[in-house]
């Protein structure tokens, strides 16, 4: 069974560029999460997709932060405009449902804002 | 501000000895309880969920729940060099203005085992 795929797994932007990530999930898998890993901390959910509907946002900054999940397959998390203190690994889960505990880790992406 | 307290360390355990790794919760209401592995440069990896007080024990990790201290720790007993991670503490709580349960992730504690 194929993991979660993200991508890049690797962005360095200037501050106040935009910029896009990329997640499809396990096959299958009906939820999907978002997280914020900052240097030294633990993850911090953003957004949770059940589908293609968002069953929670409200830690998402969403003056510059967006997220879809249209076909409730893959999703994208985009940034825009990025400020230094985005700077982190953005991790993409997922699980097959919501009401499912365990939830499976993709790769990450590192993003540097310079 | 729901939180999850872990001291960040590094602890460090010599091969073979046993590692214990503490975390408290502030959110009295969680009901879930979990610990994740990340080695350096990767992703978080579960190893561990407990539910009900007491200890659960799964090969070389037990973990212990203590939900009146809200306390919840992990033991890894004979450690081997492989042991050498992060290991994150999480609770499934819930947001405010959120609708479900989601975790809540400590800031991990860095394990050293030495050879």
């Known amino acids: 069974e194929a993991g979660v795929a993200q991508s890049p797994r690797y962005k360095i932007i200037e501050k106040r560029q935009s910029v896009a990530f990329w997640c499809n999930p396990i096959s299958g898998h009906a939820t999907l999460y978002w997280y914020q890993q900052i240097l030294g901390q633990g993850p911090k959910l953003l957004i949770q997709f059940q589908n293609n509907g968002v069953v929670d946002d409200s830690q998402l900054p969403k003056d510059r932060f967006s997220a879809e999940r249209l076909k409730g397959v893959d999703s994208t998390l985009k940034i825009q405009p990025a400020k230094l203190e985005d700077s982190a690994v953005y991790l993409c889960?997922?699980?097959?449902?919501?009401?499912?505990?365990?939830?499976?880790f993709g790769p990450g992406t590192r993003l540097t804002v310079l | 501000q729901k939180e999850v307290e872990q001291n960040s360390g590094p602890l460090s355990v010599p091969e073979g000895a046993i590692a214990s790794l503490n975390c408290t919760y502030s959110d009295r209401g969680s009901q879930s309880f979990f610990w994740y592995r990340q080695y350096s440069g990767k992703s978080p990896e579960l190893i561990m969920s407990?539910?009900?007080?007491g200890d659960k024990e799964d090969g070389r990790f037990t973990a212990q729940l203590n939900k009146a201290s809200q306390y919840v720790s992990l033991l890894i007993r004979d450690s081997q060099p492989s042991d050498s991670a992060t290991y994150l503490c999480a609770v499934k709580s819930f947001m405010v203005g959120g609708s479900q349960g989601n975790l809540i992730f400590g800031k991990g504690t860095k394990l050293s085992v030495k050879p």
């Open positions: 407990i539910y009900s007080n």
């Open positions: 889960a997922s699980s097959s449902d919501r009401t499912v505990d365990t939830q499976y």
